[in-house]
């Protein structure tokens, strides 16, 4: 008992740190800041609920009634967080639609405390498992998988992934369930749900602060990183955007940013298949596509012929939309330093900038 109470009064602290840290995060909106801290909260509230469910379980002083009830709102609780959590970082227009499982499992948890299919307590006072227990586990798997959908979505907007840590993360949360599930008597399930939360922060922390903030595209840092870690073959793409001074000197940096965040959303939908793209300045994108791909198949004045493409439709819908120059280099590690080949493919911009007339 002594251990289980440490492990309630850790599981508690942590997401309380936690609920600090992320009150305090200057990088995170209300929205996900409100969202995150309610899943804490009921994290919070399902441990306590556990808690006092082992705590009173076969006692005399307390009735069964209170017993049922605080069994009762953990398991409800339960399948919401992941669900809650999720809507935290990735809204979508109609929210209420995502809890429709949620209300089902609730309703049948409210049956289940007159038939004690989920989960019953004796005349005794004594807590069991009902013969169709696993339903619950059920919901709240199904809640995990609707987190971890809704993580890949929102990850895949901003191209740093990072896949492995996201599956560590959860591998770490599933094997927490999975030993509750065998061995009730290991209660360890909300302890591993708050490291998961932790660990996710981290994992979100650690994607945004490689971001521009801007135009949410990777940062300088992030293409810094990038370049001196290229060990093969790689294309080098450098834009700019033209006449972007005079731009943001006559309709004002507001409507300049505007359609810097324009530019940026279209180079990345343009190239995201290949590569990762970058803001390496003011008004200058960089793309690096290198990794997996077979060169041989990728035909790049193609894709930047779709990119003038994209740029001259969002045009006709307003002209004061710029034109991008682009140059490229292929950079090879057995014959040429990085530098040269973001040199070449400088200097093939800037040509093309002298070319390209502003629309």
């Known amino acids: 008992m002594e251990y289980y109470i440490s492990t309630v009064i850790i599981t508690q602290l942590s997401l309380l740190t936690l609920n600090v840290l992320i009150s305090k995060n200057k990088v995170l909106s209300k929205h996900k800041k409100k969202g995150i801290i309610i899943a804490l909260l009921l994290v919070m509230i399902c441990s306590l609920a556990e808690f006092f469910g082992v705590l009173i379980d076969g006692s005399i002083i307390f009735s069964r009634a209170v017993h049922m009830a605080v069994k009762y709102i953990e398991f409800c609780t339960a399948p919401i967080i992941p669900v809650a959590f999720a809507t935290a970082f990735y809204p979508i227009k109609s929210p209420k639609i995502v809890f429709i499982p949620n209300v089902i499992h609730i309703a049948i948890e409210t049956i289940s405390l007159f038939y004690g299919f989920i989960f019953y307590v004796d005349e005794k006072n004594i807590y069991h498992h009902g013969q169709t227990y696993l339903i619950y586990y059920l919901f709240v798997f199904l809640g995990v998988l609707y987190l971890f959908y809704t993580v890949d979505r929102y990850a895949s907007q901003f191209q740093n992934r990072n896949y492995l840590s996201l599956l560590i993360v959860f591998a770490f949360l599933i094997v927490g369930i999975v030993f509750n599930i065998i061995d009730n008597d290991i209660k360890i399930v909300w302890l591993t749900v708050a490291i998961a ?75 995201k298949k290949y590569g990762r793209s970058y803001r390496i300045g003011g008004d200058e994108f960089c793309v690096i596509i290198d990794k997996k791909f077979n060169f041989c198949n990728i ?25 991008v120059a682009i140059g490229y280099a292929l950079f090879d590690p057995k014959t040429m330093q990085i530098s040269d080949a973001i040199k070449e493919a400088d200097a093939q911009m800037y040509k093309n900038k002298k070319q390209v007339k502003s629309f």
């Not at 073959?233 to 965040?261: C, Q, R, W």
């Not at 035909?299 to 034109?323: A, T, Y």
């Open 197 to 271: 939360m932790i660990l996710f922060y981290i994992y979100y922390c650690n994607m945004v602060y490689q971001l521009d903030a801007l135009t949410e595209l990777l940062n300088r840092r992030a293409f810094e990183v990038h370049k001196s870690s290229l060990k093969r073959k790689a294309y080098i793409l450098i834009f700019d955007v033209n006449n972007f001074k005079s731009l943001n000197d006559t309709l004002g940096h507001t409507l300049g940013d505007s359609y810097l965040k324009t530019i940026a959303l279209i180079i990345r939908k343009v190239y």
């Open 299 to 323: 035909n790049i004045e193609d894709l930047n012929s779709k990119l003038h493409e994209k740029l001259s439709r969002q045009r006709w819908e307003n002209e004061k939309i710029p034109s």
